[in-house]
């Protein structure tokens, strides 16, 4: 059993720069994959950004990439998200997902950044982008 405590949410303008962390219970290196997923109001849950925990694989979604990066602490047993350039669109709560199955545990391989891949969650860190 992981636990998974996020922080770092918050209000920030447009434009403006947050970062978010995971701590997480157990040694990082552990888990073979951390990710973070977002929710806004009436939509669902979607992956944001995945890191593998031996490789330090890194992936994100398009509407991502370029302002948010990933990384990992396995001294601090941390995962952490940077978030530039922030968006009104960006606002949602934020989780911290954790998991240490094989990707062949899964039919036809993981998918990193689908929440199906994940089976350890945190309670989530709000993260508002105003215009």
């Known amino acids: 059993q992981v636990q998974l405590v996020e922080s770092g949410g918050g209000s920030v303008q447009a434009g403006g720069s947050l970062r978010l962390s995971c701590a997480a219970s157990t040694y990082t290196y552990r888990s073979r994959i951390m990710g973070w997923f977002r929710q806004a109001p009436g939509k669902e849950r979607e992956g944001v950004a995945a890191?593998?925990?031996?490789?330090?694989?890194?992936y994100y979604a398009d509407s991502v990439k370029g302002r948010f990066t990933i990384s990992l602490d396995n001294a601090k047993n941390t995962v952490y998200l940077q978030m530039n350039s922030l968006k009104p669109e960006d606002t949602a709560m934020y989780y911290c997902?954790?998991?240490?199955?094989?990707?062949?545990?899964?039919?036809?391989?993981?998918?990193?950044?689908?929440?199906?891949?994940?089976?350890?969650w945190g309670q989530g860190t709000q993260v508002t982008v105003s215009s």
């Open positions: 997902a954790a998991d240490d199955r094989l990707d062949t545990a899964f039919p036809g391989g993981r998918t990193p950044l689908g929440v199906f891949g994940y089976r350890y």
């Open positions: 890191i593998y925990t031996g490789g330090y694989t890194t």
